[in-house]
Nanobody
Framework: QVQLVETGGGSVQAGGSLRLSCTAS????????MGWIRQAPGKEREGISC????????RYTGALRERFTVSRDYAKKMFYLQMNNLTSEDTAVYYC????????????????WGQGTQVTVSK
C-alpha cells in the first residue's frame, strides 16, 4: 500500500498563502494519480484537483482554479498544493490521495488516503 503524509497545514490570516506537501513512501510513486481533497466542518468532501501519472490535470472544482495549484515532483516523490488568497471559507481538513491507475478517478474513489492536515484561515 501507499502511505501518504500531509504537511504544511496550520493557521493563516485571510489573504495569505500556504503550500501543502504530500510525501509518498511508495517507491513506485510515479505509477499513481495524485489528488487533493478537502472537507470543511459539517460539509461533504470536495475534490480540488488531481494530476494523472504523467501530469495531466483534472479540476474537480473549477471555482478554485485561480487560487489553488497542484504540482508533483517525481524525483522527490512529493505532491503539492499551493493555496493563495485564502478566505475563511477555505478552512477545512485537506487530504492527499493516491490512485493506482494512470488516470484521475472521481474525487471520492481514490484508493489510498492520507490522514489529512488542518488549515484554518482567520479573518
Amino acid at each position: 500500500q501507499v502511505q501518504l503524509v500531509e504537511t504544511g497545514g496550520g493557521s493563516v490570516q485571510a489573504g495569505g498563502s500556504l503550500r501543502l506537501s504530500c510525501t509518498a513512501s511508495e517507491l513506485t510513486f510515479d505509477n499513481y494519480a495524485m489528488g487533493w481533497i478537502r472537507q470543511a466542518p459539517g460539509k461533504e468532501r470536495e475534490g480540488i484537483s488531481c494530476l494523472s501519472r504523467t501530469g495531466g490535470l483534472t479540476r474537480y472544482t473549477g471555482a478554485l482554479r485561480e487560487r489553488f495549484t497542484v504540482s508533483r515532483d517525481y524525483a522527490k516523490k512529493m505532491f503539492y498544493l499551493q493555496m493563495n488568497n485564502l478566505t475563511s471559507e477555505d478552512t477545512a481538513v485537506y487530504y492527499c490521495a493516491a490512485h493506482n491507475r494512470d488516470y484521475c478517478p472521481d474525487s471520492r474513489d481514490f484508493r489510498y488516503w492520507g490522514q489529512g492536515t488542518q488549515v484554518t484561515v482567520s479573518k
